[in-house]
């Protein structure tokens, strides 16, 4: 089995993890805009590709995985995913499998307002949220809302443009302030097609839970992996132990029941008052992985094993709890 790794950037290890799980009986392909990106020195092939948002980036994937003949497609990119599932059929035409929840589910997860109202549909939690400014003024007026508040893109990735404000006046001028900065970022495209652009969230604070809700390739939920943030980093997981908490579980467990996505989904929960409030619906590997790989869930090899057609011993997928580990630097050379 060939797999190509998409927007693969700065994750190394996953690629890494993918190409333990084939023992030599495949290779992996990584694709990124610059053939210095450090994951790509994980890769057996690396091919530089335009920008997503690219009138010819589609059909530069086809001919990558007609050249290589590729047989599975990993995007490790938020701003990928609505393009890659919007164009899942194209690919599974010929016969590649494309790890992409559905559009509808990509939508839900990609609009962060649509993810606060998703969630509480489910009857779950979701820090109180609105995109407009007026509204949330009037909240605030009538105490349904309070400071601090936190600022972020409606469509966003990473910690890109998140803010923390403290009164009436800097909630004006950061909103204001952050619809500027926006169309600076490369989040300008995605932003453009709406003008409200920014949610307006209460700020939770209290411990924060990483979840890895696994569906298999059919969408049916399999099962939870839960993990206890100790230290973040440029917003993503430096630091974090394998815990067991039926509760958080049994959230995440509804999440991937009725969402219905694909593979992994990286779930943001933090804890206030002894109440669960999901943050975050990131249907992708997300930077928490890895401690849910070396706690022992072997979701590389799942994903093989689907993909060609066996049965998956759900074994495999647990995690061994009260593990710790934290993330390091170090160099790799990238040079062409």
């Not at 010819?56 to 490790?76: F, G, K, Q, T």
């Amino acid at each position: 089995m060939n797999i190509l790794f998409t927007c693969a950037g700065r994750r190394t290890y996953l690629l890494k993890y993918f190409h333990e799980q084939l023992s030599g009986k495949g290779l992996i392909i990584g694709a990124d805009m610059q053939l210095t990106a450090p994951a790509l020195t994980a890769a057996d092939i690396k091919v530089c590709v335009p920008s997503v948002y690219a009138e010819n980036y589609v059909d530069r994937l086809l001919e990558i995985c007609a050249e290589y003949d590729v047989n599975l497609i990993v995007s490790l990119n938020d701003l990928e995913l609505p393009i890659l599932a919007n164009n899942k059929s194209l690919f599974e035409s010929k016969k590649i499998t494309v790890l992409i929840s559905s559009e509808d589910v990509i939508d839900i997860c990609f609009d962060k307002y649509k993810t606060f109202k998703y969630i509480i549909s489910l009857g779950l939690k979701s820090p109180e949220t609105f995109i407009h400014l007026d509204e949330a003024v009037a909240a605030l007026k009538s105490g349904h809302l309070k400071f601090p508040l936190v600022l972020k893109p409606r469509w966003g990735s990473g910690s890109i443009g998140i803010e923390i404000v403290y009164d009436e006046e800097e909630l004006a001028t950061v909103y204001t302030l952050l619809q500027k900065k926006i169309k600076r970022t490369i989040l300008s495209t995605v932003s453009q097609k709406d003008s409200d652009c920014i949610l307006i969230q209460q700020k939770i604070s209290g411990e924060e839970y990483g979840l890895d809700v696994i569906n298999n390739l059919r969408g049916e939920q399999v099962t939870v992996v839960v993990k206890k943030k100790l230290a973040m980093r440029a917003g993503e997981t430096d630091k974090a132990e394998t815990v067991d908490i039926p509760e958080i579980f049994q959230i995440g467990k509804t999440i991937g029941t009725n969402l219905k996505h694909i593979g992994n989904l990286d779930c943001d929960i933090l804890e206030e008052d002894g109440k669960y409030y999901v943050l975050e619906l990131n249907p992708r590997f997300g930077g928490g992985f890895p401690f849910s790989y070396e706690a022992g869930v072997n979701l590389p090899k799942a994903i093989i094993d689907w993909v060609d057609g066996r049965t998956v011993d759900n074994a495999i997928l647990k995690p061994k709890v009260g593990k710790i580990f934290s993330k390091c630097d170090y160099l790799v050379d990238v040079t062409n």
